[in-house]
């Protein structure tokens, strides 16, 4: 579980929960828990945040470029192309 943040026109930020369905070192795909209507398009940025496993101190906070739609789920891919430099992979290798 986790959740995506994303800046509104107006300058409010817009925060709801997702449930996270693949991870890799490239990418994510999840989907909204209930239900959340979207109005993303490709190529729109957001954050996700989630904790690998639900574990204690593996909070990870990424920006994410939304990539497709299928059915319910989204699928984005990090803009962190250098995930090696940050602990994130760390985290994916331990936790997940």
């Known amino acids: 579980k986790g959740h995506y943040i994303h800046k509104l026109v107006n300058k409010k930020m817009e925060r ?12 994510i795909r999840f989907n909204f828990v209930g239900n959340h209507k979207h109005n993303f398009k490709p190529g729109d940025e957001i954050l996700v945040e989630f ?10 906070r990424q920006k994410v470029i939304i990539k497709s739609f299928y059915k319910s789920f989204i699928s984005a891919e990090f803009t962190d192309k250098d995930c ?3 602990d994130f992979v760390f985290k994916i290798f331990i936790n997940g």
């Open 16 to 27: 709801k929960s997702i449930e996270i369905k693949n991870l890799s070192m490239r990418g």
């Open 51 to 60: 904790r690998l496993n639900e574990m204690p101190g593996s909070l990870t």
């Open 84 to 86: 090696y430099k940050n």
